[in-house]
């Protein structure tokens, strides 16, 4: 987990908003690592322009989207929002069409995002944003074998579906399974169920949580896998960006809306 003083440790904005398929939390700032997780990542600055080092370039601008499994690090002085956006997500799918983002986007993203912020009773705003995001674009639909497979697992308790399993649901060798996951989802099979679990431990966490506890609720095998998971995923666990602040998490009900391809 990355360091920083007590004068430039961030402030919470906003709650955890956490829903199927993503999160979304607002900071007064935030400097971290080099990362890498299977969410998209869409950063953006409240009130001016933000540092991404994304896959070894650097980028400087209001707001910058980051592909799933992209190597990443964010400096940002002043407030910033920011999106993980599951690689089955709608709202991912529609933004990886709007790249490079325009002015005009980045500039809406950081307007919106700012409001929201702001706001006192921010949760039905977040809903309409991300139900935006998803209408920004029409993007190529997932194949439904694929988008059943990914509601089967995270909707199954520990242990989750095995290769085999999900392979034969979908009617598939299992080789052709994992070849056809990794081109519909741009993540492997074994990465997304990883990425599953920390989204089921970012679900029932709360501050001052017992993490033996809550790495075993999750489905990882102790403590130390989870710590390490979430530290190469998010470079800081939301204890981390608190500092001594209670993190709020807010489930939100977000319907569905994968349009998928008819199976043959």
């Known amino acids: 987990m990355s360091q920083s003083s007590p004068a430039s440790d961030p402030r919470l904005l906003t709650p955890l908003f956490l829903w199927r ?7 007064s ?15 953006v600055g409240l009130e001016k322009d933000i540092r991404v080092t994304r896959d070894g370039r650097v980028l400087c601008a209001r707001a910058v ?27 991912w799918r529609s933004l990886a069409l709007q790249q ?18 702001r706001a006192a009773q921010p949760e039905t705003g977040v809903v309409a944003f991300v139900q935006q995001l998803r209408q920004l674009a029409s993007p ?34 299992e080789s052709r399974f994992r070849h056809l996951f990794r081109e519909q989802m741009g993540v492997t099979l ?3 169920q990883l990425h599953l679990k920390c989204q089921r431990a970012l679900s029932l966490w709360q501050s001052g949580m017992n993490f033996t506890e ?3 609720l999750a ?25 001594g602040q209670t993190v709020q998490v807010v489930p939100l009900s977000i319907p569905a809306e994968n349009r998928t391809t008819p199976v043959e």
């Not at 490079?100 to 912020?117: E, G, I, K, V, Y």
């Not at 439904?144 to 089967?152: E, F, N, V």
């Not at 979430?230 to 939301?238: G, K, V, Y």
Request: charged share 15%; hydrophobic share 40%; net charge negative.
């Open 214 to 216: 809550l790495a075993v």
């Open 29 to 43: 700032s935030l400097h971290n690592q080099p990362h890498q997780h299977v969410a998209a990542s869409l950063l």
């Open 140 to 173: 190529p639909p997932l194949d439904a074998r694929i988008a059943a497979s990914c509601a089967w697992l995270r909707d199954a308790p520990e242990p989750a579906p095995t290769m085999t399993h999900l392979a034969q649901q979908a009617g598939l060798s």
């Open 100 to 117: 490079p983002l325009s002015a005009a986007h980045q500039q809406w993203l950081s307007d919106t995002l700012r409001d929201l912020s």
């Open 21 to 27: 398929g993503g999160w979304l939390m607002a900071l």
């Open 219 to 243: 489905g990882f095998y102790d403590q130390p896998h989870l710590n390490r998971t979430l530290r190469a995923m998010f470079d800081a666990l939301p204890s981390g960006y608190a500092r």
């Open 65 to 91: 989207l980051v592909p799933p499994e992209c190597q990443q690090s964010l400096h940002s002085d002043g407030p910033v929002a920011i999106l993980h956006l599951d690689p089955d997500e709608p709202a």
């Open 190 to 192: 074994k990465r997304y």
